[in-house]
């Protein structure tokens, strides 16, 4: 069934190819089946491609961390939250906050 949904999803992509949340959408999808590689490279092509989406920061800082890349992730979490500070995206804002003060924490 994922394979289906990669599958789907890459063929929107290839019709838009700077759709952000389809980009977004792949990279969860690699996420669920496990390649986190493939994961990884995907949310780096969206942030690349647009870095003013902000839902991307989460996912892809926890992805770091699930590869222990936790300073990588703390960048991440530093962009996003000059980047929901921007668009004025509190809630955003405010996940990201609590996501780095839990790691400071850890």
């Known amino acids: 069934m994922q394979k289906n949904r990669i599958d789907t999803l890459l ?4 019709e838009d190819p700077q759709d952000s949340f389809i980009k977004f959408a ?21 942030r690349d491609m647009d870095p003013d989406y902000v839902g991307l920061y989460y996912h892809l800082a926890a992805l770091q961390l699930e590869l222990t890349l936790p300073d ?3 960048k991440t979490y530093d962009q996003g939250i000059e980047v929901a500070k921007k668009a004025a995206d509190f809630h955003a804002l ?3 906050h609590t996501a780095k003060l839990n790691l400071d924490i850890d």
């Not at 063929?11 to 290839?14: Q, R, S, V």
């Not at 792949?26 to 969206?46: C, H, Q, R, S, V």
């Open 11 to 14: 063929k929107f992509l290839e």
């Open 72 to 74: 990588e992730a703390i």
């Open 26 to 46: 792949l990279a969860k999808e690699y996420e669920k089946i496990g390649t986190l590689k493939k994961a990884l490279d995907t949310y780096n092509e969206l």
């Open 94 to 96: 405010s996940e990201l």
